[in-house]
């Protein structure tokens, strides 16, 4: 079965400083794996996907994700971070079978300090 | 292009009442998503509808239904509602149905309902 873990509720940087958000998943098969970002008061906006192409994926606004097979993980990384960045993340993974479904992880909000 | 719009955006009901939100898709998807997102549970499936059919459905009872008009907007019905219905009612839509050649999710703003 599929499930998705982010390992951290809440992360803080500062402004400039590099971010990495932390998400391992468990997928019986090649997974569908997503990354959406959501503003306070805001639906959520796709950041990017991995579907076995390439195992770094490249997002809007900066933002890439690699894709480990042998770590299971799928983390979303970005070189320098800006205070517009601040707002919660979640990790996504599709659920094969029948009814095909995304698993969502539990979101990381992500704190910007000036 | 417009994006995905829900109505209406705040909703104030009473425990025992029932509700009907609305969402429009962009122009051109033909699958609509529905999830409700609270601080303890977090983002839940609710159901998507395809081509006007319920495709798929999450763990909710059956006081949570929806449909889906053939001009693909959608509306998503709760009945007898509960203090634990309060939260953010969020729709997505999408070209295809999900996880068909990985159509990516376009979510609207949201509902936010809150049941006193």
């Known amino acids: 079965a599929q499930s998705v873990t982010q390992l951290d509720s809440h992360v803080s940087v500062s402004e400039g400083t590099p971010v990495l958000l932390r998400c391992n998943y468990s997928s019986s098969y090649s997974p569908s794996l997503f990354w959406y970002v959501q503003h306070p008061n805001k639906g959520l906006q796709l950041l990017l996907k991995y579907t076995s192409a390439a195992t770094l994926v490249k997002g809007i606004n900066g933002f890439e994700a690699e894709f480990k097979k042998s770590e299971t993980s799928f983390h979303l990384t970005k070189p320098s971070a800006h205070m517009s960045d601040a707002a919660e993340y979640f990790c996504v993974v599709g659920r094969e079978g029948n009814n095909y479904q995304l698993i969502w992880g539990a979101g990381t909000k992500l704190i910007i300090k000036p | 292009k417009a994006g995905v719009t829900q109505t209406p955006r705040y909703l104030i009901k009473t425990r025992g009442q029932q509700v009907t939100l609305s969402c429009s898709p962009i122009s051109g998807h033909r699958s609509v998503s529905w999830y409700q997102q609270t601080p303890g549970q977090g983002l839940q499936f609710l159901f998507e509808?395809?081509?006007?059919?319920?495709?798929n459905k999450g763990n909710f009872p059956g006081r949570f239904s929806g449909r889906q008009f053939s001009n693909s907007r959608s509306e998503m019905n709760v009945s007898t509602l509960e203090l634990g219905d309060s939260a953010l009612y969020l729709c997505?839509?999408?070209?295809?149905?999900?996880?068909?050649?990985?159509?990516?999710?376009?979510f609207g703003n949201g509902t936010r309902l809150t049941v006193t």
């Open positions: 997505a839509s999408s070209l295809g149905r999900t996880g068909v050649g990985n159509s990516p999710l376009h």
């Open positions: 509808y395809f081509s006007e059919t319920q495709r």
